[in-house]
DNA sequence: TGCAATATTGCACACTGTGCAACAATAGGA
DNA sequence: TCCTATTGTTGCACAGTGTGCAATATTGCA
């Protein structure tokens, strides 16, 4: 059960063969399923049973592509961008907050490809909020990545905090905590937007740069 | 199965009978025991038969008491405060950021009555972050309460704004997003402070005071 | 005491998720 | 083309969560 993506890792990119086609097409297969199932018929009936039956695979193959039901329904969580994004990033002077903007921006927009399976996710997500429980695993799991991230940048720019551990994590945290809201912010407002007039980074954009003017003391006026 | 809770709720201390005696009794017995099986054989040990039997109780009846293992290992969600104390909030003028981190106060104090519990609860969310799962639910349920609360206080002050329902969701929903992980990262630190020298509510008043500290685009100097 | 309300329990059931071993399909060289 | 190692698929048994329901036990109250 090798990853696929792994043949063109190298930037070799290698034709894959008849068994990695099939893979993906497997995977693909039991994704489409899972949202079709939870569109055409409620989250009720999307049981694993009835997804891999439309998928045309057994139910313990589902979990060979699959480790939960939201998984599939739902996505993967996020991911930081390779080693060298990184690096670039701790080693970045500019404001943080718009820095990690644009970590986030490299990120999704690969993520964004498939129109379609966006698409579904989003409006089963809207539909469906409690499908989030799964989820809470990632973003825990990303929440962390970022903070050991934004630790390393505020370590290498302001040595005498590097010294105090404490208040580096602390600090690092709120920061990590106060992006991944304004991320989760942009994404559902770019839910609520009807006529999709603004696309998601730009949401994002939106949302980063009121986060100063909603903490002003005096508020916004 | 009446909530032993309402019985208090007017403000009636009604002397409970032996009915809502036992009924607390057991349900603090199951807890107790979801505790104890947790912290002395671990998380995998900690099956609802398991934690059952330390309580005396039929695996059955567990259910009728937590709707959820987690909800009895982890607690309840986080719960606004009365309607009088919601409509202060809406009328109140000062700063926002503080304001509701008082009323986070208000929340947090009683839930803080029973430490035997709260520090049990809190070294079992130390050392398996993964029975967050559940708490997905209901942080997601408190959000929703708080956005909602804010944006009445946010039309309130601002009528230009209640006139833009788009906008006034979009905002008020940041500013809870922001003083939700505001709470979260208090929460945090507050685990990692060994000796405990400041307690949950002056580690939230520090995360408050950070915010804007934070957010500056020329970044901590 | 006796009746109404409520709590506890056992039981059957549907569902998620995992380990394991048998079986099927593919890759790649002889 | 055939052979074999590797990898993918499937069925099966199993442990666990959570729910509905009906029988039984307990409590409140007249």
């Known amino acids: 059960m090798s990853d696929p993506d792994l043949a063109i890792a190298d930037g070799f990119a290698i034709e894959p063969g008849l068994r990695e086609r099939k893979r993906l097409a497997t995977r693909r297969a039991i994704l489409m399923a899972a949202i079709t199932v939870v569109r055409e018929r409620g989250l009720e009936a999307a049981t694993v049973d009835e997804i891999a039956r439309i998928a045309d695979v057994s139910p313990r193959t589902f979990f060979n592509y699959f480790s939960s039901k939201e998984e599939a329904i739902v996505g993967d969580g996020p991911e930081l961008p390779g080693e060298e994004a990184q690096e670039a990033f701790v080693r970045d002077r500019s404001p943080i907050l718009p820095a990690i903007a644009a970590l986030f921006a490299t990120v999704i927009t690969p993520a964004l490809h498939d129109q379609e399976i966006i698409l579904a996710r989003r409006a089963i997500t809207k539909e469906y909020p409690e499908i989030g429980g799964r989820r809470w695993a990632s973003i825990h799991r990303f929440e962390g990545q970022l903070t050991e991230l934004v630790a390393r940048r505020l370590a290498d720019e302001d040595p005498a905090l590097a010294a105090d551990p404490r ?30 007039r603004r696309g998601l980074l730009e949401h994002l954009d939106d949302s980063i740069r009121m986060l100063p003017e909603v903490l002003r003391p005096s508020g916004p006026r």
């Not at 990590?176 to 006529?195: E, K, N, Q, Y």
Request: negative net charge; proline residues 3%; hydrophobic residues 55%.
């Open 167 to 196: 208040a580096l994590t602390s600090r690092a945290r709120l920061i990590a905590f106060i992006t991944i809201s304004a991320m989760r912010h942009a994404w559902l407002d770019w839910m609520d937007d009807p006529g999709e």
